[in-house]
């Protein structure tokens, strides 16, 4: 997995790979898009459901990058910066490892409140965190020449990288989603559901601690190059 994060390319490579990872994930919400189609016995709701959803995992990703956008302009604590984001997402992997349920809030929004429920469930699974990492790499001194740049350019920069990488992601993410969701609301129906059904929640934790990890580990190499 270190392969992805090889480079300029590498990085994006990951930001899709990620959103593909949340795309395929039940807790990410599609299994709700194919619940909405079924109720109301039209496809359209399905793809509704699905807009909705992406709206929201969107905004979560948006909430999260966009102030270490801000963060990145200090260039001279881009290695603490990088330190701290990973040991972030570390420490959320832990604890949702050892704490696996959902927080409570999530009993409280109604099932039609997508894009809300999209944008919580996020910000609790730490999806937005997940790509800090890979967009501080992208956000990396010697790509922006902060020494040459205005502090405005560079906000500029930085900002259009996170649109940039939370719309890929995003993107990504609701392009897999909508696949499983249309196959198993057109071909594999309710059974399949019933069947294939596991849960994913220690897996996502223990992703969350390889990336942090691998956000160290990136981290520390830029510091000694």
């Known amino acids: 997995m270190a392969i992805l994060f090889d480079g300029t390319a590498g990085l994006w490579r990951a930001v899709l790979g990620i959103g593909l990872y949340h795309g395929?994930?039940?807790?990410?919400?599609?299994?709700?898009?194919?619940?909405?189609?079924?109720?109301?016995?039209?496809?359209?709701?399905?793809?509704?459901?699905?807009?909705?959803?992406?709206f929201g995992h969107l905004i979560?990703?948006?909430g999260v990058l966009l102030p270490f956008a801000a963060m990145s302009l200090l260039v001279q604590w881009q290695y603490e910066i990088q330190l701290a984001a990973a040991a972030l997402l570390v420490t959320?992997?832990?604890?949702?490892?050892?704490?696996n349920r959902h927080p409570r809030?999530?009993?409280?929004?109604?099932?039609?409140?997508?894009?809300?429920?999209?944008?919580?469930i996020a910000l609790a699974h730490g999806a937005g965190l997940m790509l800090v990492p890979i967009f501080l790499g992208l956000c990396a001194p010697e790509t922006l020449d902060a020494g040459h740049q205005a502090a405005a350019q560079l906000m500029t920069r930085n900002?259009?990288?996170?649109l940039l990488v939370a719309l890929a992601h995003t993107l990504t993410m609701i392009v897999a989603?909508?696949?499983?969701?249309?196959?198993?609301?057109?071909?594999?129906?309710?059974k399949f559901l019933t069947q294939a059904w596991f849960d994913l929640e220690r897996v996502w934790a223990a992703s969350l601690v390889i990336v942090g990890l691998l956000g160290l580990?990136?981290?520390?190499?830029?510091?000694?190059?």
């Open 105 to 120: 809030v999530l009993a409280r929004i109604p099932p039609h409140r997508l894009a809300l429920w999209s944008f919580v």
């Open 92 to 99: 959320l992997g832990l604890y949702l490892f050892v704490r």
């Open 159 to 162: 900002i259009a990288a996170a």
């Open 217 to 225: 580990w990136a981290a520390q190499t830029h510091s000694l190059a």
């Open 177 to 190: 989603s909508g696949a499983i969701a249309f196959a198993v609301y057109r071909y594999l129906g309710l």
């Open 24 to 54: 395929l994930n039940p807790g990410m919400g599609w299994p709700l898009a194919v619940s909405a189609a079924l109720m109301e016995r039209r496809e359209s709701a399905l793809w509704s459901a699905m807009g909705a959803l992406g």
């Open 60 to 62: 979560s990703m948006l």
